[in-house]
Nanobody
Framework: QVQLVESGGGLVQSGGSLRLSCAVSGGIFIPNLMGWYRQAPGRQRELVATMTTGGSTNYGDSVKGRFTISRDNAKSTVYLQMNSLKPEDTAVYYC????????WGKGTQVTVSS
């Protein structure tokens, strides 16, 4: 079965950086679409960034210019480099892949202190 394992979350001060990773296992070696979403308390889940196998990217407006998504198809892993973090970036970050189906990771907490 397909599993998405996220890592790299934690507590960081405002202005700091974190790098999230999501490794995919269980049979989907090169998903068509890989990405990240986040959900803060009391808010809906929102797009952070996605990347296709061809390298096309899409970012949420609030993270453009600060976050960078990348993927290593050989490792079936997607990354999210987060720079210039703000307290409003605090959320649970979920890895997402879309192939024949959509799959979600369990999430990793990112907390940015002011």
């Amino acid at each position: 079965q397909v599993q998405l394992v996220e890592s790299g979350g934690g507590l960081v001060q405002s202005g700091g950086s974190l790098r999230l990773s999501c490794a995919v296992s269980g049979g989907i070696f090169i998903p068509n679409l890989m990405g990240w979403y986040r959900q803060a308390p009391g808010r809906q889940r929102e797009l952070v960034a996605t990347m296709t196998t061809g390298g096309s990217t899409n970012y949420g407006d609030s993270v453009k210019g600060r976050f960078t998504i990348s993927r290593d198809n050989a490792k079936s892993t997607v990354y999210l480099q987060m720079n210039s973090l703000k307290p409003e970036d605090t959320a649970v970050y979920y890895c997402n892949i879309v192939d024949a189906r959509t799959y979600w990771g369990k999430g990793t907490q990112v907390t940015v202190s002011s």
